[in-house]
């Protein structure tokens, strides 16, 4: 017998392929309803018995199995517990993620109050380097809080002399206005380099949010994508999946290019379902187990994945949505002084 034809020990049966074939028309009707979402939507989880195209793991619950559950990873930098860049590149490397975001302040953590984006900027072009030095195929997003627009300009203008110490020096210091730069390009005046931290990675990761209500969301979102520009990655941290927000997405995709929520995993976990309105959701009981009950929660998981893709499809009858929701949903309203700028949206810093 030649090499060639010796069976493989692996190889599936004609049974086992007929097994497996059984799912491949709902399998494929599920990719369909993704890639028909103009939106990459992530999903925190920490759950392998349902497999989703784009998950998210902090980098103390990386778990290989979740990875194996799916195509791309962002590794987040923790919610309740900041790691330090070591930990979050070794988390990126173990679970060969897409995406990472460096360490960072969240309103759970000490130290969100103090925080400013000068100060920001700085840690955050250390965190850079340590990311451009080391051997790592990971892109990284840069983190940014309100007020968005000054986090923003700081990391486009970041200015190395403040590094250096020389923050004081007029060499270090850089165009501020149209003037100035006619001045410095004429080599009347001399200004010092500055770097664009964003352009220099992926993109922005936009938190802050749970902070902020639906309306200003919105706002605060297009006036980042305003504020990067078009080819930036705009990723949206765990914004709210009310009808208002992903009907704005739905008519203006092109905002954000991702972003991340929970609810598909925490929903099941706390015994609730969502529906179309996703707010209020809706009490389910899984039934209690001897035997593992995930994978039963995993397919409450992929149902409401696959619910947020198809929101945003072009699948959906819009008019038809309209009038549902106009009957079995309370509309939020904005406020009436609602700020559409973001410099409007400050936690104290001015």
Sequence with gaps: MAVDDVPDANAATPDERLERAIYDQELDAREDI?????????????????GYPHKLMSYYETRPGVRDSTRQVI???????????????????????????????????????????????????????????????????????????????????????????????????YPKTAAEEERYLAGVEHFSLTYDLIDAVDGVAVGGLLSLGVH??????????????????????????RPEML?????????????DLSTPETAPGGNKLPDV??????????????????????VASTMIALLLNFWLSPWVKEEALMEMLDEHYEWVEPEPDGQTDLDGFDNGDD
């Design 34 to 50: 993704i890639e028909a979402c103009p939106i990459d939507i992530y999903v925190s989880s920490i759950n392998p018995y349902w």
């Design 75 to 173: 590794i987040d930098s923790g919610k309740r517990k900041i790691g330090n860049m070591s930990e979050i590149k070794q988390a990126a490397r173990d679970m060969h993620a897409h995406q990472m975001i460096p360490p960072d302040p969240t309103p759970y953590t000490d130290g969100y109050d103090e925080l400013t984006p000068e100060s920001h900027a700085e840690e955050l072009a250390e965190h850079y380097w340590d990311w451009y030095t080391d051997d790592i195929d990971t892109r990284l997003l840069m983190p940014i809080h309100p007020p968005f627009t000054h986090f923003v300009d700081e990391l486009r203008h970041w200015d190395p002399g403040r590094i250096l110490g020389f923050e004081d020096d007029p060499y270090f210091d």
């Design 216 to 241: 200003e969301q919105i706002a605060a979102l297009k006036a980042v994508r305003n504020a990067v520009g078009p080819d930036s990655h705009v990723h949206a941290l765990s914004p709210t999946p």
């Design 247 to 259: 009907l704005f997405l739905r008519k203006n995709p092109g905002v954000i290019d991702s972003f």
């Design 277 to 298: 309105r996703f707010y209020p959701q809706i009490e389910y009981l899984f039934p209690p187990a001897h035997a593992n009950i995930t994978p039963i929660r995993g």
